[in-house]
């Protein structure tokens, strides 16, 4: 396997791998990451369908790309995947997987067109005082101080942050920023979380500075993730013959290992209550998808709290079991011992009639039923104790949803501490007590509050003990690389294997793994799409620092006499040359 730039290799069809009719194909898990590695073994790896074989925990696929109408609840969505332009390896797939909506297109099409369409962008990202605009203005707020820090850790070498946290890189100024309440709120970071992980995501994205205050960087479907994203592949899948087998618990994959090699040789797994298993030659690949962030996720309802589920099963103990008979298997311990550090949780709430609807409008000042952008990505409650944020994406945001509904997305940060209305910490409420808290603070008078989350809306929280695992600080190898050491017939999949530079909490990290996996071990000769270098782009770097200073020039920055001095012969230097022009194009004098 090897990395590619440009779009030689892009475009290009790579021949039949050598016997690839001879081989087979074992997936565990029917999340994004396994679909989409069962897409690139039919497409490019140009296996016969039949011989791939999906083995699937639930009864339906998606993994956290969910999305369904429950009959007893209601709909349903426990997050949501925001995407970009450089997710290359993502759309590299889905430029090939056909629409079930509109023949003749793939769902990159339909994308590309929705988004150019209604460009995604948004209107007030953060409130306060019950609906107020919090008047963030898009400035970043960083202090001297806390800018330093920010390009120190960007600067910094990978391994001098094995297992430190966020809190050991930055101090109080920095954690009190505009800057942060943006970045923690729209990626779920806390300050016990890996400043590894903080310093790949400053550099992977760091072309979007820009566009986080209002969200502008961001793409989104045109339904819930598994409508527009999950079931196209699936259906992709099931027309070239793939085989899906749900209900199925794989608790281990047994290895020969020898003298350095290392050849999966038995897949065990739990069916009706009955342990079965399935011996493998060297042409039967496995490809694990290791731990999962909706592992042990757990509904309430309007009524009932979610349980706390924090027991180590399915794929965690799955990847326990596989990591215990080599270290180049990673350590899942690492990840899955701490939920207190990480959980969160979301309510799905569904509005029923006209009463909450006009709030949302007030405060996103838009129509939310124009069919079009509705709140453009999260508005985040700044002075709510559970940092509580919402989103409504377009709607409908299923294609079963009355049109007279609306489905909104909330989430807390902190679920350990009282709410503000509701005096109980989140993971404690009920999904009616959810809704008065949010209702709370769209401004909604208090003697209307129950009435409303009573009658006018059905809130379904969910409880997600492992929703931000692959953030817990870590050294380069808690996780394993995509094909380990070794490995013949054998490679891990999604958020827990390990891939360059790209970063976790992304679907592109899912379909990258993938890629990587089935083009290393089908030998695919066509290269995987690099990451994107914008953190090697002198540009990028220039107008990101301009724009985390609030358009603040660099040069006006004030200096000691010597150094003031020494600026300014540097500038007479550069007077009329191409260095000088490229500083004044992204305003840094």
């Known amino acids: ?15 039949k791998p050598v016997d690839v009719d001879k081989k087979s194909a074992y997936l565990v898990g029917a999340g994004l990451a396994s679909l989409a590695a069962a897409c690139f073994l039919v497409r490019d790896g140009q296996m016969k369908g039949e011989n791939i074989h999906i083995l699937e925990e639930l009864s339906l696929p998606g ?12 709909f349903i969505i426990r997050g949501g995947r925001e995407m970009e332009n450089h997710f290359e390896c993502l759309w590299d797939l889905f430029r090939s997987i056909p629409s079930i909506e509109t023949e003749g297109v793939s769902i990159l099409d339909e994308y590309y067109w929705l988004n150019k369409e209604d460009p995604n962008y948004s209107l007030i990202r953060a409130t306060i005082n019950q609906g107020e605009d919090a008047h963030t203005d898009g400035k970043f707020g960083l202090s001297d101080k806390a800018s330093k820090e920010l390009v120190k850790l960007f600067m910094t070498k990978d391994e001098d942050l094995y297992d430190k946290k966020i809190s050991d890189v930055f101090s109080d100024e920095l954690i009190n920023s505009n800057f942060w309440l943006y970045w923690r709120t729209m990626f779920a970071f806390r300050e016990w979380h890996s400043a590894l992980e903080m310093k790949l995501y400053l550099q992977r994205f760091i072309h979007h500075i820009g566009g986080l205050p209002d969200l502008s960087a961001l793409k989104f479907t045109k339904y819930n993730q598994y409508e527009s994203l999950i079931l196209p592949m699936v259906k992709y899948l099931e027309a070239h013959g793939v ?13 020969d290992i020898k003298g350095g090699k290392k050849l999966a040789k038995r897949i065990v797994y739990k069916c009706n209550g009955k342990e079965e298993h399935i011996d493998l030659t060297k042409n039967d690949l496995v490809f694990v998808t290791n731990g999962s962030c909706t592992e042990n996720s ?13 027991s180590i099963s399915g794929c965690w103990q799955l990847w326990r079991n596989i990591a215990k008979q080599d270290k180049a298997f990673g350590n899942p311990d690492k990840f899955c011992t701490n939920t207190d550090e990480t959980n969160w949780e979301s309510a799905t709430i569904t509005t029923l009639d006209s009463r909450i609807p006009k709030y949302i409008e007030k405060i996103c000042k838009r129509d939310p039923f124009s069919g079009k952008v509705v709140t453009g990505g999260i508005i985040t409650v700044k002075d709510s104790s559970w940092l509580m944020s919402y989103t409504l994406n ?16 909330v989430y807390g940060l902190f679920t350990e501490v009282p ?20 209702l709370y603070h769209m401004g909604v008078p208090e003697s209307e509050i129950h009435e409303l989350a009573t009658s006018g809306a059905i809130s379904i929280p969910c409880m997600m003990p492992y929703i931000t695992a692959f953030f817990m600080p870590r050294e380069k190898s808690d996780r394993p690389k995509v094909v380990p050491d070794g490995c013949e017939n054998f490679a891990f999949l ?49 107008d990101s620092t301009v724009k985390m200073m609030d358009g603040k020039k660099p040069i006006d920055t004030k200096l000691p006499f010597v150094l003031n001095i020494v600026k300014k012969k540097v500038l007479k230097k550069i007077s009329g040359t191409v260095i000088e022009e490229v500083l004044e194009r992204y305003h840094v004098i």
């Open 1 to 15: 396997m090897y990395y590619s730039n440009g779009n030689y290799e892009a475009f290009a069809r790579p021949l």
């Open 298 to 310: 757990t509904l309430g309802d309007q009524n009932h709290a979610p349980e706390f589920n924090g």
């Open 494 to 542: 999604g958020q827990f294997a390990h891939t360059d530079r790209d970063t976790v909490f992304t679907t592109e990290y899912s379909v990258r793994t993938a890629m990587e996996a089935v083009y290393t071990l089908l030998d695919v000769d066509r290269g995987v799409p690099e990451v994107f270098g914008s953190c090697y782009d002198i540009r990028v770097l220039l």
């Open 63 to 74: 993994g956290a790309c969910d999305g369904i109408k429950d009959s007893q609840k209601g």
């Open 243 to 255: 085989r899906f087998q749900y209900d199925t618990q794989v608790t281990n994959v047994l290895f």
């Open 419 to 438: 709410g503000d209305y509701i005096k109980k910490p989140m993971k404690e409420c009920t999904g009616v007590e959810i809704t008065e808290e949010w």
């Open 394 to 409: 377009r709607q409908p945001h299923f294609k079963a949803q009355p049109g007279d509904q609306l489905v909104v997305w």
